[in-house]
């Protein structure tokens, strides 16, 4: 099977900017993401998905960074995307220094044994995944009772928004994991 339906764009194709940009991200990882391959071919796409995504993922204050990887691999659980399921899994893997984690969340996102919080930010990124014309001011009152302020209940919101997004480009494309997510992660050590 290809990678993408549509194709990929080589590294070495990417305009400048993205070349750089995308470069520094295959210097930390020791590959090129199949996503920025994917969406190479329309370089202003690439570069709004890439600074939504930074603003969102790389903040500081709030969720951590695993509990955004968890919105992430929730998210795309939900909507069956084995891209993003793998990518972020692995991320979740390394981040929340749990190598079953991730796998646990991708089987079942609403049965995955969490603590309050990560119980609470799964469920929020749920509810608005699978069924936003119910989302509503009581999926929002679980979620600050389970003490998430207003900005980390927004975090987890964009989030999902976004990968709602990116899943369906994934569909979209036939978007196929690189092999090298898979054992990222895994070692307990």
Known sequence: MADSRFGLTELEDLPDDLRE???????RSGFVPNIFRALGHRPA????????HDALM????GLTKAERELVVVATSAANHCTYCIVAHGAILRIRSRDPYLADQ???NPWGAQLDKRGRAIADLALALARTPEHFGEADIER???AGLSDDEIWDVGA????FAASNRLAHLTA????????????DPA
């Open 45 to 52: 796409e690439l570069r709004a998905f890439l600074d939504y």
């Open 58 to 61: 790389d903040k500081t204050d």
């Open 175 to 186: 978007l196929q994991p690189n092999a090298e997510f898979y054992p990222m992660g895994r």
């Open 105 to 107: 969340v991708a089987a």
């Open 159 to 162: 989030i999902t928004a976004l």
């Open 143 to 145: 979620a600050r009772s």
């Open 21 to 27: 940009r995308v470069g520094e991200i295959a210097s």
